[in-house]
């Protein structure tokens, strides 16, 4: 077990926030893991685990142990005419497991095309877009707890999954390191195009009936276009979730703007953050090094060195300014470190 010493660890998360690791490991298997885990325990120090860093802000530098997962394995466990089982392991890369389902005609995650991360941080806040989540594939993890090293199966139902929300969120946060992630995929896969903009994207590619293969590409093309690329402006994608209102809430927002975008879902109402955002005048806002992506206001942005505080002082601008403006409480999607 060898540790790098205060690692500069800009490279390790999209935002690209200087900050070091007290102690840092790539870890390559099981072995590896628990042996790391083991020391900690006995030496009484924090372990932190990092994925692709595409959805952790670094305020200071990391005290502990930072663990790069490289655990790496695809398994297919089970499977009929209809499903197939695949493990993947957590250190793979999301958007190359779907590129592999989607190569594979398996179908259920081509519109989760193009999310940055490892498969291992996908059940953290139930990964979602174009109309999909995690929880739509997921059938249970594999995790190991970081004190007594027991390991357990989580099923859908233990995971507990909300909207960007699971119980590794919430009661069971920092507890445990999930090793694998095991999806139920569809070897008859019918298209979910009804979201947003795929349609008109696949009509631009000039495709009427589309196959799996044409949504991961339309899905791929939309967010290329709309999303800056954190390999040239470090960000951590949505800043915030998108908050959902109780109807009575959102009767009193319609009166005052009529043209407020809006989707009701099954408790409430869910409002875009990024249109309580960008009416809040913060579109493009850009203080030194930091600020909010000129096209997509749910982006806060490091154009270079900035530091992981100035980005969370703005969030917590941004929350202040639509609280006073909506009464409407942002929640950071971004885990702050
Ligand atoms: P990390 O940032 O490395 O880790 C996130 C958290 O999970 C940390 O607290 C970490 O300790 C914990 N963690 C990581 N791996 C493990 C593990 N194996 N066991 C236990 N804990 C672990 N998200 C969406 O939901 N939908 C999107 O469409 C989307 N688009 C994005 C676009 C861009 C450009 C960017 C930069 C981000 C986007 N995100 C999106 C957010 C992000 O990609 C996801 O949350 C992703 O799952 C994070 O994976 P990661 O491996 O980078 O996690
Ligand atoms: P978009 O398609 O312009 O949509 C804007 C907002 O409208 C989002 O809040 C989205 O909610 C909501 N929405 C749109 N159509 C909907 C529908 N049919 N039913 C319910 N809600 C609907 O958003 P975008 O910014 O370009 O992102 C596209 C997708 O990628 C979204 O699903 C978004 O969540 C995801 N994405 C996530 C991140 C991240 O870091 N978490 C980053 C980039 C993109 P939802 O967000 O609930 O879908």
Redesign the pocket.
């Known amino acids: 077990m060898q540790f790098e010493l205060n690692k500069p660890l800009k490279d390790f ?2 935002f690209h926030i200087e900050a070091h690791a007290e102690k840092l490991i790539c870890i390559e298997d099981e072995a590896s893991l628990l042996e790391t885990v083991a020391f900690a325990k006995k030496e009484k120090i924090n372990t ?9 802000l670094l305020t200071k530098n990391v005290q502990g142990i930072v663990v790069i ?1 490289q655990l790496k394995g695809i398994k297919i466990i089970q499977e009929n005419e209809e499903f197939v089982m695949v493990n993947f392991s ?2 793979e890369n ?1 958007h190359e497991c779907v590129l592999w389902a989607v190569e594979h005609n398996y179908g259920g995650i081509e519109n ?1 095309s ?5 498969i ?3 059940p ?6 174009y109309g999909v989540e995690l929880k739509d594939v997921f059938h249970s993890l594999e ?1 190991i707890h970081l004190t007594s090293f027991e390991k357990k199966i989580f099923t859908l139902e233990e995971c507990q999954f909300g909207y ?1 929300d699971s119980i ?1 969120k919430q009661q069971e946060k ?1 507890n ?4 694998n992630v095991t999806l139920q995929l569809t070897k008859n896969p019918v298209c979910n195009i009804n979201y947003g903009n795929i349609k008109d994207e696949l009509l631009k590619m000039n495709i009427e009936y589309p196959s799996i293969q044409d949504v991961s590409k339309a899905v791929i093309q939309i ?1 290329s276009s709309k ?4 390999a040239e402006i470090g ?4 800043f915030f979730k998108n908050p959902i209102v109780s109807h009575s809430h959102f009767e009193e927002l319609k009166s005052l703007y009529p043209e407020i975008p809006f989707f009701t879902v099954s408790n409430g109402v869910k409002i875009p953050a990024a249109w309580l955002i960008e009416k809040n005048n913060w579109k493009g806002f850009k203080e030194g090094d930091y600020g909010v992506h000129k096209n997509q206001a749910l ?1 806060l942005v490091n154009y270079n060195n900035a530091k992981g505080n100035d980005i969370l002082n703005l969030s917590t601008q941004i929350i202040t300014s639509v609280q006073q403006a909506f009464n409407i409480t942002l929640e950071r ?1 971004v ?1 702050i ?1």
């Open positions: 998360n999209t932190h685990f990092i994925g692709g860093g595409s959805n952790i997962n957590s250190g999301w989760l193009l999310i940055p991360g490892t291992g941080a996908s953290i806040q139930n990964i979602g877009a995790a960007r590794f920092g445990w390191f999930i090793l967010r999303l800056p690329n954190p960000n951590a994608g949505s982006v999607e885990n470190w």
